[in-house]
């Protein structure tokens, strides 16, 4: 479900400039960076990714926008009359605005809200130097799609394992 908001978000969001951020409450599973709608307001969306079960959102201030849709976490993107929703990557999710906790308001004419009944979700902004060795990142495996991924680095992440192999595929410090 992550590659499938990612890539509904790419068209509105990647290349676009934050011009209004909405907070309508100060956490989510964890509080929300100091200064995050300074940190973001005015700045651009240089490159969307994902690493792991995160999505990414480098900033041209340098900094990434780690974003995580927790249990119950889905983005709901109105566009503009020249831009379509997102096509088959959207799927209708909660609608309800009282558990709408951020909204981007963006340059290409996109409001991106952020809906989160359970609020397991996170946003957190980290410089793009130190995404690398940021504790969530350093307890997520190697990246599947990646080059150094193969059959090899599988079987020494699996071996000595006393679970089912679904278990191990399933669990993020594996893969």
């Not at 906790?101 to 996170?122: E, K, Q, W, Y």
């Not at 410089?127 to 307890?139: C, F, G, I, K, T």
Request: proline share 6%.
């Amino acid at each position: 479900e992550v590659e499938t908001v990612r890539r509904g978000l790419q068209p509105v969001m990647e290349g676009a400039r934050f011009e209004k951020v909405e907070l309508n409450r100060p956490d989510l599973r964890r509080p929300l960076p100091k200064d995050f709608v300074r940190r973001l307001e005015g700045k651009t969306v240089t490159g969307l990714g994902r690493r792991a079960k995160y999505l990414t959102a480098d900033i041209s201030s340098g900094e990434v926008l780690l974003m995580h849709l927790g249990m119950s976490g889905s983005f709901r993107v109105a566009a503009t009359a020249r831009e379509k929703t997102p096509g088959a990557y959207y799927h209708e999710r909660s609608t309800a605005r009282a558990h709408d906790h951020v909204v981007f308001h963006m340059s290409s004419g996109a409001t991106i809200t952020f809906n989160d009944p359970r609020r397991f979700g996170l946003m957190l902004l980290v410089p793009r130097s130190e995404l690398a060795e940021h504790p969530l990142m350093r307890e997520v495996g190697p990246e599947p799609l990646g080059n150094a991924f193969d059959a090899a680095m599988l079987a020494r992440a699996c071996a000595n394992k006393k679970t089912s192999l679904k278990a191990a595929l399933s669990d993020q410090k594996v893969v």
